[in-house]
């Protein structure tokens, strides 16, 4: 097998695109495609500063470097949650991969915030996974603002866009489909978040991590069960191999056809943001938002 670029030997073969690349055409098309991502729904422009939530994982380190390397003013964001060895491993990876490349890191602790999942799973009736997505959310937000970055950026990629758009569309859930896509304009509180890695899937994203010899935390989190999202990638991988290119023309299709039919401004009728009388943070809840309420269930008041 030849690479389609400059045909030395291959050694990636990729039937969506009909190509296959050699490593260092793979480097460039992956950071080609990156690119042109950022480009087609104007994600960042260079100058601006982004803020890129690093977790440990390939996926999270990946967006981090090719921003880096595509010349963007870009700074990793680790929320250490407090979760024993698992995240102490987690945060060492982040923290050893940000001085390699000199890129600046910053950490905030759960614990010294009084929301160590540990902690957090103790007080909570209810899923923790759900509890500790509303604090790294709330967390990436509120530093993305106050330290005045103009954009937050995610690792997601193709695969995890699929996934969601299909568990979305299972439920006809029209709030969810209204936001989703590759950016989140900045509004009422909410920092913009944008999700650079959209055109590249996971398979993608998993090489490209091994060829610029990433290190990553890949060990499952202790309090994790499985997501239904893994029954729905494994649908789509089973897709795409029968059909080469229909992810990519699904989600673009639904970018460009399907989405204009979900409005924002009717899925906000009866939502109206205000700010967190303890904090600051945009809620609908008409109270303390909720992360507040955990730190309260939490410190047992």
Known sequence: MKCTRCKATAIIDLPSHNSAFCPECFIKFFEKQVQKGIDQHKLIEKGEKVLAALSGGKDSLALLLVLSRLGYDVTGLHIDLGIGTSSEKARAVCERFCKKHGVPLIVKEMEKEGLAIPKVKERLNRPICSACGKIKRYYFNQTARELGFDALATGHNLDDEIARLTSNTLRWDRAYLSDQGPIL?????????????????????????????????????????????????????????????RKIDFYQGFLER????????????????????????????????????IKLAVSGQ
């Open 258 to 293: 399907g989405k204009p039919a979900f409005t924002v401004e009717e899925e906000k009728k009866g939502k109206e943001l205000r700010p967190c009388p303890n904090c600051g943070y945009p809620t609908s809840s008409g109270d303390i938002c909720g992360v507040c309420r």
């Open 185 to 245: 304009p900045d509004d009422e509180g909410f920092r913009k978040k944008i999700k650079p890695l959209w055109r590249v899937t996971e398979y993608e994203t998993a090489h490209y991590a091994f060829l610029m010899d990433i290190e990553n935390h890949y060990a499952p989190c202790p309090y994790s069960t499985g997501a239904t999202f893994s029954v729905l990638k494994s649908v789509w991988t089973d897709l795409e191999l029968a059909m080469p290119g």
